[in-house]
């Protein structure tokens, strides 16, 4: 497998320092891509990266995850506008522990010369003082060569400027380059267009300080085809980690793409080779209608993010929600990811007690909530068949319900009509 190919039939290949496909294609090689850990979880957005290891190592090379634990103490400004806060020793710590355990499901750590490595930054600067980096490091790059970089053009015209901290963090980034190729021999950094200017210093540093050689290889930033960010959704980021983002919440955001964007993500984000992807693609265009090429991608991130249990939870709770699986499916969830299936619905709380006694539906509907915005609608809608309250459809309107209906203890989920749907919390 030719590593340059696969990404640039994918889509994914951006730019490349001249020479670099030459080397890849004489053996393996050594090359790196850094996470930032400012949260314990990696999310969508990092998936590019995580994908260009992947093929990375299906190519024969070795790859080194770096995690920036030193990194993370001063921050990039690379595409942003504002500093961000920086975080203590304890809470870094605390996001790579989380960081490493997710990208081991990614990447092969045990399979002999090319294993996956996890390296962290801290662990060569903690020792580092700075006299002596600003006398060996600093002396080889030049102020002039630091300001012509965009990201550092950017921020010092712009109304916020850039701290000394900031500024510094291309040679910090340039040293880790260094530091590797030394001691790891990696020749190779690999990282989003936006990582162009910092990765290049450190070829720089290379050259000057250790008169030696390295490559540079960046991906393309996936954007959505309206112009919105890639990874975002409705409440924020969409996290790799079960407990931020719930396994449904994931499957959704992938089944959800639009059709040019699927054909985009299927080839960005899966494995599937060509053929595959273009037999799902003309299966798709078929009738586009069954959604063919989402499903497939939805289903293949899923499964290789959450498992096959993740993944079956994502299909239930989808299928409970427009299907027919019954009620009893929520008492295999906890209270998290019951929240999640019906975080884009309407939600109501209520007390125990207000319950306890029995509540005619009406008022359950129309008084303690309001699903219907009068008794008179709800009865009337009651009396048509048209309100089930968990999956059960209302006899009369003179039903009562109490605690002794809750699901879990805590929930009733009331349907108006086949679609809409709303969950009562008692507490």
């Not at 998290?336 to 109501?348: M, R």
Request: net charge negative; with cysteine; glycine share 10%.
């Amino acid at each position: 497998m030719n590593f340059v190919e696969e990404l640039r039939w994918r889509g994914m290949l951006h730019d490349i320092m001249p020479g670099t496909e030459d080397l890849l294609n004489k053996g393996m090689v050594s090359g790196y891509i850094g996470f930032d850990p400012t949260a314990d979880s990696l999310h969508v957005g990092s998936l590019a990266q995580i994908m260009t290891l992947i093929h990375f190592q299906r190519a024969g090379h070795k790859p080194y995850a770096l995690v920036g634990g030193a990194t993370g103490m001063v921050g990039d400004p690379s595409g942003k506008s504002a500093e961000r806060n920086l975080l203590s020793e304890e809470d870094l710590q605390h996001n790579l522990n989380g960081i490493k355990g997710q990208l081991e499901k990614f990447l092969d750590f045990e399979t002999g010369d090319n294993s996956a490595q996890m390296v962290n930054n801290y662990d060569w600067f903690k020792g580092f003082d700075f006299l002596n980096f600003i006398r060996d490091v600093g002396k080889h790059i030049t102020v002039n060569y630091m300001m012509a970089k965009d990201s550092v053009k950017k921020r010092l015209e712009g109304e916020t400027g850039m701290s000394f901290t900031e500024f510094s963090y291309q040679l910090v980034q340039g040293y880790d380059f260094y530091y590797l190729w030394k001691n790891k021999n990696c020749a190779l950094q690999m990282g989003g267009s936006d990582q162009w200017g910092n990765i290049v210093t450190g070829t720089e540093l290379i050259r000057r300080k250790g008169r030696g050689e390295a490559f540079a290889l960046t991906t393309q930033l996936i954007k959505k085809s309206d112009g919105t960010k890639f990874g975002k959704s409705e409440g924020g980021n969409i996290w790799l980690d079960p407990a931020k983002t719930s396994p449904y919440q994931f499957y959704q955001f992938w089944l959800n793409t639009g059709d040019d964007d699927a054909k985009s993500y299927i080839r960005i984000f899966t494995l599937f080779d060509k053929e595959t992807i273009e037999a799902i693609e003309s299966e798709h265009d078929a009738a586009p209608h069954l959604r063919t090429l989402q499903k497939a991608l939805a289903k293949d991130i899923t499964l290789r993010v959450h498992g096959e249990e993740g993944f079956l939870k994502a299909i239930k709770s989808t299928e409970f929600l427009f299907g027919n699986t019954g009620i009893e499916f929520l008492s295999e969830l906890n209270d998290d990811e019951v929240l999640a299936i019906f975080s884009g619905v309407p939600n109501f709380t209520i007390s125990a007690a207000e319950l306890e006694a029995g509540l005619p539906v009406t008022d359950l509907l129309a008084a303690k909530t309001t699903i219907f915005t009068s008794k008179g609608e709800a009865k009337k809608m009651v009396q048509g068949g048209g309100v089930a309250i968990n999956k059960e459809k209302v006899g009369t309107p003179d039903d009562l319900y109490s605690t002794a209906n809750l699901i879990n203890n805590k929930y009733l989920v009331v349907q108006k009509g086949k679609r809409n749907y709303f969950l009562i919390v008692i507490e």
